[in-house]
Each structure stands twice: as structure tokens, then as C-alpha cells.
């Protein structure tokens, strides 16, 4: 099984800074594409950002500027390093990763569990 465990959420003032991390585990032969999703309450998920193996990066408009993504990959993990946050950026961010489990097997999509971003005014 492969699990994908998100930290590094919690609650800040706005213009503040906050560091996620997010670490895959399990039977791993190689992660494609990782990246952050997040999710408001009654709105849809969306992307924030997300990372190739050879570190190629797409962002959001909304956060291109603010937002960094970053990955590890001896260490199957990506972070997301957010700067001047703002209360628009309050919600559950989820991790996503396409991971192959087996040399000559095929790339499945994981979510981690969610870590909750709260941005105060």
C-alpha cells in the first residue's frame, strides 16, 4: 500500500508564512507528478501547485509569487513553502501524487489525508 501523510498546516495572521510537507510511503518504485490541491468549505478542489521528478512547476495565478513548491525525491516527499499569506488562502490543502509502484507497472493517483490552512485577518 502507498500513504501520502501531509504536516505543517495550522493557523496564521495574514502576511505570515507556513511550510507543508507531505511524505509518501509504502511499496514506492517511483513518483511521477506530486503536487497540492486545496479545498475551501463549498467550493470545489483545486490545484495550487505541483512539481515533476525533474522539476518542472505549474502554479495557480493565485499564488504564483507567494507559493513555492519543492520536492525531495530520495526522500518520496514535496513540499510547499507559502509566503504572504493571505484569508483567501484558508483551507484544507490535500497532497496528490502519481506514484508507480513496480518497475514495469503503471502511475496511480494518491491523496494524503489533508492539513488544514487557516489565515486570519
Do not use: H
Amino acid at each position: 500500500q502507498v500513504q501520502l501523510v501531509e504536516s505543517g498546516g495550522g493557523l496564521v495572521q495574514a502576511g505570515g508564512s507556513l511550510r507543508l510537507s507531505c511524505v509518501a510511503s509504502g511499496s514506492i518504485f517511483s513518483e511521477n507528478v506530486m503536487g497540492w490541491y486545496r479545498q475551501a468549505p463549498g467550493k470545489q478542489r483545486d490545484l495550487v501547485a505541483a512539481i515533476t521528478r525533474i522539476g518542472g512547476t505549474n502554479y495557480a495565478d493565485s499564488v504564483k509569487g507567494r507559493f513555492t513548491i519543492s520536492r525531495d525525491n530520495a526522500e518520496n516527499t514535496v513540499y510547499l513553502q507559502m509566503n504572504n499569506l493571505k484569508p483567501e488562502d484558508t483551507a484544507v490543502y490535500f497532497c496528490n501524487a502519481s506514484i508507480r509502484r513496480s518497475p514495469l507497472g503503471y502511475d496511480i493517483n494518491y491523496w494524503g489525508q489533508g492539513t488544514q490552512v487557516t489565515v486570519s485577518s
